[in-house]
T-cell receptor, first 116, second 112 residues
Framework: AQTVTQSQPEMSVQEAETVTLSCTYD???????LFWYKQPPSRQMILVIR??????QNATENRFSVNFQKAAKSFSLKISDSQLGDTAMYFC?????????????FGKGITLSVRP | DAGVIQSPRHEVTEMGQEVTLRCKPI?????LFWYRQTMMRGLELLIY????????DSGMPEDRFSAKMPNASFSTLKIQPSEPRDSAVYFC??????????FGPGTRLTVT
């Protein structure tokens, strides 16, 4: 079974600064995807970034980037130049590439507050 | 692209009533998922479909819950009869590959 752990329940950052959200996972699979989802107060789940386990290069989407350490099973999200609109709950998620029976496993989430 | 569409956005009903939640996936996506989110249990996968066929409904809490996908552009999740413990946010998600899932805005269900 796969598990995803987000040990920090909440974080706070000053606007325009950089913040890193931590995530670790446990799996025996070698091929998988990792995701970060953002859930703002509107509660919409928004896909922020995706990392394929077979790629060594860390994924980047504008101000969002990841630090993927496969051996350590670590997948952190870095938000640069934080904006007020980044205030949200962030979920780390994992899915093995094992076909139609694979399921997305979410962490418990971390609440990020961006201070003006 | 319109994204995943869910209706209604909010539903308040009395215990014992039937509730039907609706979802329109992103066009061209062949996988559809229903999730439930509560404070206590987080996000739970209820059921998912591939090419309109239910693949795994092991997450459906009990027989009061049922889901259908009559065609590629529409799915429903029905609760009959509803109970207060069913109060939650229900999400529909779709995917072109099964792995990368795009969520709808959710339906907040309150059963009194």
């Amino acid at each position: 079974a796969q598990t995803v752990t987000q040990s920090q329940p909440e974080m706070s950052v000053q606007e325009a600064e950089t913040v890193t959200l931590s995530c670790t996972y446990d799996t025996s699979e070698s091929n998988y995807y990792l995701f970060w989802y953002k859930q703002p107060p509107s509660r919409q789940m928004i896909l922020v970034i995706r990392q394929e386990a077979y790629k060594q290069q860390n994924a980047t989407e504008n101000r969002f980037s990841v630090n993927f350490q496969k051996a350590a099973k670590s997948f952190s999200l870095k938000i640069s130049d934080s904006q007020l609109g980044d205030t949200a709950m962030y979920f780390c998620a994992f899915i093995p590439l094992t076909g139609a029976n694979s399921k997305l496993t979410f962490g418990k989430g971390i609440t990020l507050s961006v201070r003006p | 692209d319109a994204g995943v569409i869910q209706s209604p956005r909010h539903e308040v009903t009395e215990m014992g009533q039937e509730v039907t939640l609706r979802c329109k996936p992103i066009s061209g996506h062949n996988s559809l998922f229903w999730y439930r989110q509560t404070m206590m249990r987080g996000l739970e996968l209820l059921i998912y479909f591939n090419n309109n066929v239910p693949i795994d409904d092991s997450g459906m809490p009990e027989d009061r819950f049922s889901a259908k996908m009559p065609n590629a552009s529409f799915s429903t999740l029905k609760i009959q009869p509803s109970e207060p413990r069913d109060s939650a946010v229900y999400f529909c998600a779709s995917s072109p590959t099964h792995y990368e899932q795009y969520f709808g805005p959710g339906t907040r269900l309150t059963v009194t």
